[in-house]
């Protein structure tokens, strides 16, 4: 049974570049152990919301973690905080190793290292492909590999929220539905609590404990899955099927 414990929640935040605002007064809320999607096209503000939240880009209004305000808080606290984003486009460090990668996601670590190589073998058992290619550089890997790094260098820190932006991003459809599908199994075992931003709204859906539909920097409905899906306005316009 889902924890409706409060972990993040987000009260008119407002975020931009320079002079150009991109959020208008965003409210979301992640419940403990939930997987919460944002859904919205390209240049939604989408990518802009994950940046606010980690701390990234400049913003105003409140968030607030665990019952506490972060929104003056710099990244690296953010992350201490156990928050951790996986961006757009990998996040990985090309000219490491995929193990050296996963070292440095535990970077905020300090329960010894006998605790981190158990957490790596943990994550080459989940991604098989990342222990087989364990001494390669990172650069040197697929996409789909790329992606599976860069989200197991995220959980190397053990975080309490997972950030995922826009993780399909030019994945191949089988590879992509295998990401999803271990997200959504990390969700159900471990009780990982995840913030995820997609177009691939079919997918997406699936995983989704609640959904909220981000247009041009404002949330124009949210529900469960099962809800927004069931509304054939919202379905047609948004979720594109």
């Known amino acids: 049974m889902t924890s409706q414990t409060t972990l993040l929640n987000t009260r008119f935040l407002t975020a931009g570049y320079g002079p150009v605002t991109v959020l208008h007064g965003i409210d979301i809320e992640v419940n403990e152990g939930e997987i919460v999607v944002v859904l919205g096209a390209n240049g939604a503000g989408k990518t802009t919301l994950m940046r606010a939240i980690s701390g990234t880009i400049p913003r105003t209004g409140n968030i607030e973690f665990e019952g506490r305000s972060i929104k003056k808080d710099s990244t690296d606290a953010i992350v201490r905080a156990g928050i951790v984003q996986v961006p757009q486009g990998r996040g990985t460090f090309p000219e490491l190793s995929v193990a050296d990668n996963l070292l440095a996601g535990a970077y905020v670590r300090r329960d010894g290292a006998k605790a981190v190589a158990d957490d790596i073998a943990k994550w080459y058992s989940v991604f098989p492909r990342l222990q087989e290619r364990s001494t390669q550089r990172a650069g040197s890997l697929s996409g789909g590999e790329q992606q599976m790094l860069a989200i197991a260098r ?24 295998e990401l ?62």
Request: hydrophobic share 50%; aromatic share 4%; charged share 20%.
């Open 154 to 177: 995220a959980l190397m820190s053990r975080p309490k929220l997972l950030l995922c932006d826009e993780p399909s991003m030019g994945l191949a459809p089988l590879i992509t539905r």
């Open 180 to 241: 999803f599908n271990v997200i959504g199994q990390l969700n159900k075992e471990e009780g990982l609590s995840v913030l995820l931003v997609e177009q691939n709204a079919n997918l997406a859906m699936h995983i989704a404990s609640r959904v909220y539909l981000l247009e041009t920097g404002v949330i124009v409905a949210s529900g469960s899955a099962a809800e927004l899906s069931a509304d054939d306005s919202i379905r047609k316009a948004y979720l594109g099927f």
